[in-house]
């Protein structure tokens, strides 16, 4: 008996007849692209099967030999087709970004979305064409499967990021390991409400965070090192997951007059009640800093040792109720050490009587066949967060627009506008300021196949125009306003890939 080859043979026979059927009169090129997108995935599925059948057939040439005992292949058949549907085995993921961002003297230029004075607050502006950093994640999975049906996931992501455009960066390299977790589901023993239950431990990104891609923003982001339980049924349309997420803040200052000799440290420990009631979420979050309250923010002030943040989120299967598309709408609210409402438990320098308020939505749709936008709103105002008596107010609107002009070329627009309105109260040296921020990015763009939202790798060139009020140069001497050829009315050009699987 010979193994067969069946791969190649199988697929082109998938190809060419869904190819027959895709022939349909009158379908106009947009359609046909989605069809022949449609096929790609059909075909990769196809050779996948085809490896499986190649294994299998080289199984039953092995039992027939007497190599192998019946017993002997049916396990092994059993773990290639756990392996060919991607039950078992290993996998790897990956998201990068990387180019250029070259002012309008020939130098690098200052940029990114985190770039305005209200960038630190988590008032982030549209990317396109305003990233200077080369960031990447790789993610190595390895999932199993146990004879009771019981399944396991092991993750481990690597991630580095600099701003340097040289080839070796050992120097300024952020390498840094930012998850290592295991994550048990399917488990016999449990039963009721916890039937489709899964548990985890270890250093990860929360499962459930969600963000605004289009200004590199998290609604809500939630990491540290702890353990969980996902997906906890507790009535018909309600489930439930439960987290202990630990964050350190550590070597701070504990008096004004010598810092550099008497440090503290302490951990930030947050209990987490994340709810889902069909497409709505409600997420509560308590945290407790032990001694954190030692921590020198000024006379007369004291730093949170605890705090609360909740969240209320819809997560809709339309354009805002206006046609086909998705969007994302929430409210956040923290006190204390939950007024850092974006990253959570992440600030140890918030008073105890931090508030913040913060909003956010964005959506996504077709406004004609070869015309896609999507819009997005982000606004935060908070107070008493580090001085006593300050108030950070800001808002972003945001729309990226791009037009599908072949398979494999696109031209997207990008428009961002934030307004500030930031009293620090003299906090690290910083003044009161308002005005507003303006970006304009045009960027022809190149793809394997364009169509939809998050069809990755491309390949973009851009061309930057940003300007915002002189007043907002003087916020801080540390952040890039006001810096040498950088005080607004400011052009800037590049390329840059981006990437993810």
Known sequence: MHTVTLKKPLAIAI????LGLAGVAGADEHSLEQRLADLEARIAAAEQRADAAEQRADLAEQQAEGRLSKDEVEERLAKVERQASGEEGFSFNVYARSGLLIGEDGKSAPGGPG???????GGNVGRLGNEPDTYAEAIFNYKMRFDNGA??????MIADGT????DWTAD????NVRQVYAEFSDLPSFTGAFENASIWAGKRFDRDNFDIHWMDTDFVFLAGTGAGIYDMQLADNWT???SLYGRSFSDFPVTRESPGDDSGDTDNLILTSNNYFGNWQWMVNGMSAADNEERDIGEGQEAAESGFHTMVAYHGDSFFGLGEGNFKAAVMHGQGLGAEAKSIGTDGRLTEDATATRIGLYGTTYVAPRWRVAPALLAETSEDRYVDGDQYDWATFNVRLANELTQNFEMQYEASYQWMDL???GFDGRTAVEGDYTKFTIAPTFKPQVGGFWQRPEIRLFASWSDWDEELNDYSADDAFGSDEFTGSQWTFGVQTEVWF
Not at 151 to 156: G, M, S
Not at 163 to 166: F, I, P
Not at 172 to 175: C, Q, V
Request: avoid cysteine; aromatic fraction near 4%; glycine fraction near 4%.
């Open 15 to 18: 190809a060419t007849a869904s």
């Open 172 to 175: 300024e390299s952020n390498l």
């Open 240 to 242: 439930s997951n439960v």
């Open 115 to 121: 770039v305005t004075p209200a960038g630190p607050l």
């Open 151 to 156: 399944k396991a996931h092991y993750r481990t």
């Open 423 to 425: 009293d620090p109260q």
């Open 163 to 166: 701003t340097t455009s040289n």
